[in-house]
């Protein structure tokens, strides 16, 4: 069976986003972008990829699912086909136009269901927090690029009450740019 991944940044509050959905505020540059360009390329958009001049194989991935809030940070940038090197799955509860090989649902559970019986890599959960807490039954690992700031308010990593979740610590490295790599695994 497929492994659904939250991959994600994260601010020491808990933080996946600004209070308006911005990012600007992780550290892009250090070692901890050498470990994603060498061990998690497939995470880049390809945008980022064209400009590094670098070529992607998928390594831990080969499908993205993103909330349409994280799709929509790249679609005011006018990047509206963000990662089309992976299957990609955007959910939303109204009909939004997308380009031809996006696939949208409302019924992110579902989806997941279906795609973790099909015969591929994992399953990347770019976010955002609302879509990471209606699947969080269904995450098999987290991922958390721990940065070392504190934003005050954004989006959560999870949107959800009060419901826990066990996972155990299955590996953490440390960056010199302060950030963490945390991995987790579900008990």
């Known amino acids: 069976m497929r492994e659904l991944v939250y991959f994600v940044a994260v601010s020491l509050d808990g933080q996946i986003a600004g209070p308006d959905g911005e990012v600007t505020a992780f550290p892009t540059v250090g070692e901890h972008i050498d470990m994603i360009i060498s061990d998690y390329r497939e995470t880049l ?3 980022a990829l064209q400009a590094m001049g670098l070529d992607v194989e998928p390594q831990h991935f080969d499908t993205v699912l993103m909330g349409w809030r994280t799709y929509e940070v790249g679609l005011v940038q006018g990047v509206d086909d963000p990662y089309p090197h992976l299957r990609q799955h955007v959910f939303t509860r109204s009909a939004k136009a997308v380009p031809k090989g996006i696939e949208v649902s409302d019924d992110p559970a579902s ?3 279906r795609l973790k019986q ?3 890599k994992g399953i990347w959960l770019c976010g955002g927090g609302q879509l990471a807490s209606t699947v ?3 995450i098999d690992r987290l991922v958390l690029k721990v940065n070392p700031i504190v934003l005050g308010r954004g989006t959560p990593l999870f949107s959800h009450g009060y419901a826990p979740q066990q996972f155990a610590l299955t590996g953490s490295r440390t ?3 302060g950030v963490v790599v945390n991995e987790y695994e579900r008990r």
């Open 45 to 47: 958009p390809a945008v």
């Open 118 to 120: 099909e015969p591929g």
């Open 136 to 138: 969080v039954d269904q």
């Open 111 to 113: 989806v997941v269901r």
């Open 175 to 177: 960056y010199s740019s």
